[in-house]
Each structure stands twice: as C-alpha cells, then as structure tokens.
C-alpha cells in the first residue's frame, strides 16, 4: 500500500519518483528525476527499489523535522540573545522606519533587521516592543527639548546682539545709521561691519581681501595660452580652504602687524586653492590671507587682509599643496 499509488482510471504505479538517496556523509537528498537503469529491470528488483525509496523518504522527511528543529533553536537562541543585549543595554534604539508600537519593533544586528512582536514572541523577547518604544518617545521628548533650547538660545543671542549694536551706534553711528535704528530697518550686517571696522581701524593701511575668486582665477588661467579663452563662472570655481601652520617671512609680518595693533584678535593664516572644474589639468591659483577674529559678545567682527607676495597671482606650488 505504502509502495503503489492507483490513478481514478484504477492503474497502478510504483512509487518511484521522487527518488530520495543517501549521499556519504549520510544526508539523504531529494531527487525529482524518474530512475534510470541500464537494463529492464525486473519486478522484484522495482519492487526493492520502491521499498527503499519509502524508507528513505521517511528517512528525508524527519531528517527535515530535526533541521527545521535544530534552525529554530539556533533563531530562538539568537532572539533572546539579541533581546537581552538590547534590554540590557540602555543605548540601544530600534529602527525608527518603521516606528515602534507596543506591539511591533524592528532591531538592527550584525546579522541584519531583527522583527520583535509582542504577541508571537516568547520569554524575554516579548519584553522588547514595549522597552523599544519608551525609548523611542523618550528620544521624541529630549529632541524637542533641545530644539526649544536652541530656539531660546538663538532669541536670547538675538536679543544680546541687538542690544550691542544698539549701545554701540548711539555712540559711534552716524545720523543716519541711528535714525534707521530707532526705525528698526538698519541691517544687522550693515553694523557689523562699522563694529568691524572700528575694531580693525589701526590696521586700515593693510590691503583688504576681497572675494574675487572668479575674477581671480580667470586672469590666472588666460595667462597660459590653451586658456587663453577660458570663461570661469560661480558655478565652475572650486575653492578648498585650510588654515596654514608656517608662514613666510612676508606672511608672518602681516601676521605680527595684525596682533599688535588689535592685541585681542586671534590672527590667522589662510590659504585658498581656486580651481576650474571644468578641466581638472587647468593650472591652479593659491591665495594666503591673514584672517583676524575678535569676539564681542554674541558678536563676531572679522578683517581679512592680504599678503602682498601671495593676495596676486601666485601659482600653487608644483605637486599641490603640501
């Protein structure tokens, strides 16, 4: 009965296929291919064949049962491991797409997305959605915490600094600039810039940098004849800017002139490389500046001014910037 299966027309068939043999390391395999012999079999030797290829399937599918069983161990293991670490463990966050619920969670692990449900889950597993989604509320709450710090932070910085311009230009703004102040229309830049050059006004016979870097770096290309024509717009300059750590004779002149005349700015060089991104062979231009800090307040007042050796057309060193 177990070894013949009759169709609806009352025919019988041995059952033969699927085939289930034993490989060496005594794993049996599923084969869907009808057998092959070399020779008409006889009727006990199909007969032999279909017995053995009952007990071999008996055989494949409890060797199923214990693989199934044996992965569900190892995936219920790896669960409770990976829920233990994260209850454990405060800093953890489950993945905020898609969002914790009381019931759902979504952990990220070494092993890739880690699904926890509340309801299918056992043991300490269970324990993970809810824990998942207090942080995820507490995080809520801290982040809009902080950005309503910011935002009282920023009003009160606001307020301090009009507070500065305010003092400042009822005693060294012109008329005007104090008619558009008591109006509230002067420009906060626009005193920033008198408050600036009040600061750096024992340092006005130093050259001003100006950001000409478009102009700057199309002069410099069209010296060399295969960019004779070369058309450098906002779009096509690239500038890369870092601080210098030595500094030229000429450099350090400027440096030392800057520091004593405005003994509390923090004086910096500065060095820019200007490129054409349109041909990455184009030569180079490098531009060293002295950049001044002085800090009043809230307040940032700012002076770049020129080297005279580095502020005009001074190719970068051969081999970039070292």
């Known amino acids: 009965m177990h070894l013949v299966h009759v169709d609806h027309g009352g025919t019988a068939f041995l059952k033969l ?50 693989y ?26 489950a993945l905020v797409h898609p969002s914790p619920t009381v019931r759902h969670c979504v952990i990220a692990t070494e092993r890739g997305r880690l699904a926890f449900d509340a309801k299918r889950d056992r043991g300490i597993a269970r324990d993970v959605p809810l824990e998942a989604l207090r942080r995820f509320h507490a995080d809520l709450r801290a982040r809009r915490q902080r950005a309503e710090q910011t ?38 830049e626009e005193a920033v810039e008198a408050m600036s050059d009040e600061a750096f006004r024992a340092v006005d016979h130093l050259p001003r940098y100006q950001p000409d870097g478009v102009a700057r770096l199309q002069a410099h290309l069209r010296t060399f004849p295969p960019y004779a024509t070369a058309t450098v717009s906002e779009l096509s300059l690239h500038v890369s800017t870092r601080y210098l750590t030595d500094a030229t004779a000429g450099q350090w002149t400027v440096v030392q002139a800057v520091q004593r005349a405005v003994p509390d700015a923090r004086v910096y060089l500065r060095e820019r490389v200007l490129s054409w991104t349109e041909d990455r062979d184009a030569p180079r231009l490098r531009v060293v500046t002295v950049l001044g800090f002085l800090k009043r307040g809230p307040l940032t007042l700012r002076r770049e001014f020129c080297v005279s050796e580095s502020c005009s057309s001074m190719p970068e060193p051969e081999g970039g910037v070292k």
Do not use: C
């Open 17 to 66: 296929r699927p085939r289930f043999e034993m490989r060496p390391d005594q794993r049996v395999v599923r084969i869907d291919a009808s057998p092959v012999y070399d020779a008409p079999p006889s009727v006990e030797t199909l007969l032999q064949d279909a017995a053995r290829n009952h007990e071999l399937e008996a055989a494949y599918h409890a060797q199923g049962v214990a």
């Open 68 to 93: 199934q069983s044996a992965r569900l161990d190892v995936t219920q293991s790896w669960r409770t491991q990976v829920a233990e670490s994260f209850l454990r463990d405060t800093t953890q966050r």
């Open 151 to 188: 935002i009282v932070e920023f009003h009160s910085a606001y307020s301090e600094k009009q507070r500065l311009v305010r003092d400042w230009m009822n005693e060294n703004g012109t008329a005007d600039q104090r008619a558009r102040l008591a109006a509230g229309v002067l420009p906060l």
